[in-house]
C-alpha cells in the first residue's frame, strides 16, 4: 500500500491512518499507520517525492492493552460545522478511562466537509473487552450544532510515538445518530456509540 500525490503543491502528512471493512462480515481490519513521516509528498522532484509506502499495522485483539485512543471525524457538507466542544467519555464498569474535551487545534476543526483526526489520552489503561456497547458516549458542550457524516474510534497500544497495533472501537460510518446540539430543537446533547464489529 502506497500514498501518493497528484500535484507540485508539496504536502507532509503527520499521521497516516489506513483500514477497511471486510465484505462479508462488516468487521473493522486496521491495514496502515505512520506518524513517524520525515517525507515530503510533491511532484516538483526538488520538493520530494511523488509517493511513500504506508507503515503496516498489526490490529489488535479485545484483550491487548489501550493507552491513546485516536479519533477521527468528518463533518458533513452544508450547515454541519460547529463550534461547540466536542466530549469524548469512555467507562469500564464504574470506572472512567477516558474523558476529553476536544480543544481547539491547527486543524480546520469539525468545519463543513473536513476530516479532523484527534489523540484522546487515557486515564488508565484498559482493554477492549472492559467495554460494552454502553461505554462510549460522545457529546457536545454548547448550542452550535454539529452533524459529522463519519465518527471512528480506534484503541493504540502506545501511549505517544508509533503503536505497535491498533483495536477498532467504534467505526459510525455513515454517521447514522442525527445532529447533536445542546438546543434541544436542533438535536441530541450526547450519543452513546456501539462497538465496531471486529474480528475475533
Known amino acids: 500500500m502506497r500514498i501518493g500525490t497528484r500535484g507540485s503543491d508539496a504536502w507532509r502528512p503527520s499521521v497516516i491512518a489506513a483500514w477497511c471493512e471486510r465484505f462479508t462480515t462488516g468487521n473493522v481490519v486496521p491495514l496502515g499507520y505512520d506518524e513517524v513521516i520525515e517525507t515530503v509528498l510533491s511532484t516538483d522532484s526538488s520538493e520530494g517525492r511523488i509517493s511513500l509506502p504506508v507503515r503496516q499495522i498489526v490490529g489488535g485483539r479485545v484483550r491487548t492493552d489501550i493507552n491513546r485512543v485516536m479519533l ?79 465518527v471512528a474510534m480506534f484503541g493504540l497500544d502506545a501511549a505517544s510515538g508509533q503503536p505497535g497495533t491498533i483495536v477498532p472501537l467504534v467505526h459510525a460510518s455513515p454517521w447514522g445518530f442525527g445532529v447533536l446540539s445542546r438546543d434541544a430543537e436542533e438535536g441530541v446533547e450526547s450519543v452513546t456509540l456501539p462497538l465496531a464489529p471486529m474480528d475475533p
Open 72 to 150: 477521527v471525524t468528518g463533518t458533513n457538507i452544508g450547515d454541519s460545522a460547529t463550534d461547540s466542544p466536542i466530549h469524548v467519555r469512555i467507562t469500564a464498569g464504574q470506572s472512567i478511562i477516558v474523558d476529553y474535551t476536544i480543544p481547539d487545534t491547527t486543524q480546520d476543526d469539525l468545519e463543513g466537509a473536513e476530516g479532523n483526526v484527534y489523540f484522546l489520552p487515557v486515564l488508565s489503561q484498559f482493554t477492549r473487552s472492559q467495554l460494552t456497547d454502553s461505554s462510549i458516549v460522545l457529546s457536545i458542550e454548547g448550542g452550535d450544532a454539529w452533524l459529522p457524516m463519519v
